[in-house]
């Protein structure tokens, strides 16, 4: 039961636009969102987090938009630089302990 | 300030046999979490212990096991292996909140069953 979803498997940008990245929620109790970056023989890097009582949080380059009604949060990049290419996870939890993960979308920023 | 460091990088090990992975976590962090991460899949949470006790459990069998020391150190250990437990094992900290925490990932051990 994945109780987390990003459809989308990968995703190719060219630098200097923008990556959007999507994740849907089946589970209406999560109310902490949070995304990570991973490096091929890395563990996965925190990015951004968003509580559920938000709807945008922002940090930087990157920014994390919550629509709770359609249980969809996405992450935007802007803007893309190769050193973004990386497969991206989004994870959410109900709790504070365990944390629901997607299968991952790998992004790809051409030069 | 150190990050969360896990040991081995990489292991072989054969059906039936145990393993012992271990996970040091980030100073200042007293929560240690473990994820079994398949190819091509995303991380799936195993257990997590806080105060050397479990504290939330996933859906794995019991010969999947644990312990965190006083130190916040942690092992997972796994009893009788089985092909399908080939995979990478992330360990991950935080500090306790009850909610709203960001676990911070070590780079993951990867274990083959042969």
């Known amino acids: 039961d994945q109780q987390v979803k990003q459809n989308s498997p990968s995703l190719s940008v060219q630098e200097g636009r923008i990556s959007i990245l999507n994740c849907d929620y089946t589970n209406s109790m999560f109310d902490y969102f949070l995304w990570y970056k991973k490096y091929p023989a890395e563990g996965p890097t925190f990015l951004i987090s968003i509580s559920s009582i938000k709807d945008k949080n922002e940090d930087g380059r990157f920014t994390v938009f919550l629509n709770k009604s359609a249980k969809h949060l996405s992450l935007h990049i802007v803007p893309s630089q190769p050193g973004d290419s990386a497969v991206y996870f989004c994870a959410a939890t109900p709790t504070g302990n365990q944390f629901y993960f997607g299968t991952g979308t790998s992004l790809t920023v051409i030069p | 300030e150190t990050g969360v460091t896990q040991s081995p990088t990489h292991l072989i090990k054969t059906r039936g046999q145990q393993v012992t992975l271990r996970c040091s976590s980030q100073?200042?962090?007293?929560?240690v979490s473990w994820y079994q991460q398949a190819l091509g899949q995303g991380p799936q949470f195993i257990f997590q212990?806080?105060?050397?006790?479990?504290?939330g459990r996933g859906n794995f069998p019991p010969r999947f096991s644990g312990l965190q020391f006083p130190n916040y150190s942690s092992e997972l250990n796994v009893n009788a292996l089985e092909l399908d437990d080939s995979a990478l094992y992330l360990c991950?900290?935080?500090?306790?909140?009850?909610?709203?925490?960001?676990?911070?990932f070590g780079p993951g051990t990867r274990l083959l069953v042969l």
């Open positions: 991950a900290s935080s500090l306790f909140r009850g909610r709203g925490e960001t676990q911070y």
């Open positions: 212990y806080y105060r050397e006790e479990e504290n």
């Open positions: 100073s200042g962090h007293n929560t």
